[in-house]
């Protein structure tokens, strides 16, 4: 009897980036200049956390792309 593979049910994150993925934690960063944020709202002079994401590798095979990403409180 062949046993199924298990797969590990990843924690549900609704800031996911779609075409990437997270490479550093959420930290505090205070939002001098207007920026927008993953659920579309703009702030601007306000406390945010934000994280560095980077785009999948078969999507930019010259070099990895890289963005910031900002959230309100913490998802």
Known sequence: MIDAPTFRARPHD???PRFGY????WHRWLAWRPVKCWDGRIVWLRMVYRRRCQLYGYLSPSFPHQWWQYAIERP
């Open 14 to 16: 609704p800031a996911r």
């Open 22 to 25: 997270p490479i550093a934690q």
